[in-house]
Structure formats: structure tokens, C-alpha cells
């Protein structure tokens, strides 16, 4: 066996609470680049189980911090790289690696992705740096008057730390704030209010390390697989007041690693940042069909030197379809059928074997 290939492999790990999208094809594409993935989950039905076996090279089950410390003390600190989780999950992530001794750069990171999880807190530290962020108020200890009057109608109530576009409603009448409030865990002091901007969204995407952006991409959302959800189909575009915007965020937010800011576009033709985000995306794989390396940026960024970086060439209005289509299926089998096909067609270059045959079951299962 060659040195090279006997070589201990860099590590990511991946902590969440039961199947994420965006974790599942980073792992995928990260391990045909040869790095090696580590998923930590709760698993808690038998084919999660079997996904997570099959995507990544070690799978394992926590159902409390403590398990979590166990875990990833039990890995080769020395090797990783990184940890991606989501939001909620920082707190007791950060505390197991710690523990578990995991390289300065990797906890520095975590750390640094925490202190920009609470949303509220997020947009005042943007609008004190200057950065175009809609008018936000807290929850507590306001009335739902107030809150019109502050902001106006209708409002977008969001959870201080949430993902994936849960946690956020919009409420077109007063009247419906404590109903929502209730939906969202009943909590005001865990809530804020934004103002809403009824523009076009727009997404940037970035690799970054210590400020400095090595790939964006600015894409807008053409479908999403619900109201407030993720995108299932994105088209790529050009738009260098997006970019900006973007690229100033992540020089002033320094860190390391992924970031995905939703933007709206206001009646000044100012996009407003809306929400900020530190991991994988939904759409970094359909990204890639429109000429979007991030996987290789991410390995770039991290220090990971397996081959040359590809630099982006971004073929800019392509429609891409982030597959596989999350939308619920309503109707006849053959358009869901055909779309699942499609889009696999037009992405089988950049979707690792593995993802798609774990895809290829989720999907028949939903079908039947």
C-alpha cells in the first residue's frame, strides 16, 4: 500500500438530531474527496440508521451530552478538521470537544459560530456595523401594538436560534401574534419580531476563512419545499450588490469555514440580510451543477491539501433542481417520478453514487 494512501485521513464530524440534507451530501462528497466523515445522531428509526451507515464511514448514537462527550472523546482528535451542527446543538458540541481535545482551530471555530446563533442578537450587531438588516424588536416586554406601531404589519416572528427555516411565522394581523407565539414554544423571551420586506429573497453562499472569501455564489430561490422552507429549485444569477453586501458580512465577521445569508431585496433596491447561517446548505450540491465548487473551497478553507482547487466558473440563469425534491408530494406518482429522474440526470456528474442510492431508497419508500 502507498504512503499516500496509508496516510491517516483528515475527519469531519457531523452532529444533528435525526436526517439533515445538507450534512448528508457534504459527507457524501467529502468522502469521495477521500476525507473521512464521522456522523453523531439520534437515528431513531431503522432506515436513518441505514442511510447514516451507508453515507459516512462511522455512525453513532447519543441521546444525551454526556454521550456526546463519550463519543467524541473516543475519536482521533488529532485528525479533524472540522464539526458542523446545527445551531441548537452548539452549546453541547462545544463542550464535547473541548473535552475531547480537539485542535484549537476546530473549538475556536464552534466557538465562533455560537456567538453568532442567536439571530436578534445577530441583526443588531449588524445594523451597529453598518450592514443593510430590517428594524427587529424583542418579544419580551412588548405589547403587540407596540410591536405594529415599531414595525408595521404584517410582522415576521422568528425563534432566536432555529434552522432551516423553521421557527419562523408571518403574522398578517395582531391578533394572531399569541396564537403564534404559542406555535413557537410559547416563550416570548426566546422570540423577536422583524420587520417585513416584501422584495425579491436572494441567497449568497460563501467558503471563507479569517475573512477572506475564497468562492461566492448568488442564487435566488425559484421553489422552496415550503412557505418558509428550504429551496428545491434555485436559479444561479449575477447580481454584484448581493455579492458585496455578502462578501463585507463575512470580512467582518471573520471565522472559518461555510456561511448562507437569505436576503431581501427592499422597495430601494437594498438587500436587507435576513437571516445568517454557518453550515452546509441545503443547495451546495446544485450549486455545483451551475459551476460551484464548494466542496473543494470548504476543503480549501480548512487547511485540507488534496488537490488543486477548482475554481469557480458560474453559469450564471441556470435553473438547478437541489435533488433529491423535499416539496410533499401531492397528486399522481409518475411527475414526482419523473422530476426524481430528471434531476438526478442533470446533477449525476457532481452526486456521489452513495447519496444517490440512499436517496434512490428514502424515495421509493415515500412512493410507496
Known amino acids: 500500500m502507498s504512503a499516500e494512501r496509508s496516510a491517516p485521513r483528515p475527519m469531519v464530524v457531523f452532529v444533528d438530531l435525526g436526517t439533515m440534507l445538507s450534512f448528508d451530501q457534504l459527507a457524501a462528497c ?5 476525507i473521512e466523515v464521522v456522523h453523531v445522531t439520534v437515528a431513531d428509526n431503522l432506515l436513518a440508521r441505514v442511510s447514516s451507515r451507508v453515507l459516512y464511514d462511522q455512525s453513532h448514537y447519543f441521546s444525551t451530552p454526556e454521550d ?5 472523546g473516543a475519536l482521533p482528535a488529532e485528525r479533524v478538521v472540522d464539526v458542523q451542527c446545527p445551531e441548537f446543538l452548539l452549546d453541547d458540541v ?3 470537544a473541548h473535552r475531547a481535545g480537539f485542535p484549537g482551530r476546530v473549538v475556536e471555530a464552534l466557538e465562533h459560530r455560537f456567538t453568532w446563533r442567536d439571530k436578534l442578537v445577530v441583526s443588531r450587531a449588524l445594523t451597529e456595523e453598518g450592514l443593510p438588516v430590517p428594524p427587529v424588536e424583542p418579544l419580551l416586554g412588548l405589547s403587540g401594538p407596540q410591536l405594529v406601531h415599531d414595525l408595521g404589519l404584517p410582522l415576521v416572528i422568528k425563534q432566536r436560534i432555529g434552522s432551516g427555516g423553521e421557527g419562523v411565522r408571518i403574522v398578517f394581523d395582531v391578533a394572531q401574534l399569541d396564537g403564534v407565539v404559542d406555535e413557537l414554544g410559547g416563550d416570548p423571551e426566546q422570540l423577536y419580531a422583524e420587520r417585513f420586506e416584501p422584495g425579491e429573497t436572494l441567497c449568497y ?3 471563507h476563512h479569517d475573512g477572506v472569501v475564497t468562492e461566492h455564489a448568488v442564487y435566488r430561490t425559484i421553489q422552496a419545499t415550503a412557505a418558509e422552507g ?9 447580481d454584484p450588490e448581493v455579492a458585496r453586501v455578502g462578501d ?3 470580512r467582518q465577521m471573520k471565522g472559518l469555514g461555510l456561511v448562507n445569508l437569505d436576503l431581501v431585496r427592499d422597495k430601494q433596491g437594498t438587500p436587507q440580510v435576513v437571516d445568517v447561517n454557518l453550515r452546509a446548505w441545503h443547495s451546495i450540491v446544485a ?3 451551475a459551476g460551484h465548487h464548494f466542496v473543494e473551497s470548504y476543503l480549501e478553507c480548512l487547511g485540507v ?7 469557480p466558473r458560474p453559469l450564471h440563469g441556470r435553473e438547478v433542481h437541489v435533488f433529491p425534491d423535499q416539496t410533499p408530494r401531492t397528486g399522481a406518482r409518475w411527475p414526482t417520478v419523473r422530476r426524481f429522474v430528471g434531476d438526478w440526470a442533470g446533477q449525476r456528474r457532481v452526486l456521489p453514487a452513495k447519496y444517490v442510492a440512499v436517496q434512490l431508497l428514502l424515495f421509493l419508500r415515500r412512493l410507496l
Open 287 to 289: 450549486l455545483g451543477a
Open 305 to 311: 491539501d488534496f488537490a488543486q482547487p477548482r475554481r
Open 248 to 250: 463585507l458580512l463575512v
Open 68 to 72: 456526546l462527550d463519550s463519543i467524541l
Open 230 to 238: 428550504p429551496s428545491s429549485t434555485i436559479e444561479v444569477t449575477d
Open 94 to 96: 462545544i463542550h464535547a
Open 205 to 207: 453562499a460563501a467558503a
Open 30 to 34: 467529502l468522502h469521495r474527496r477521500g
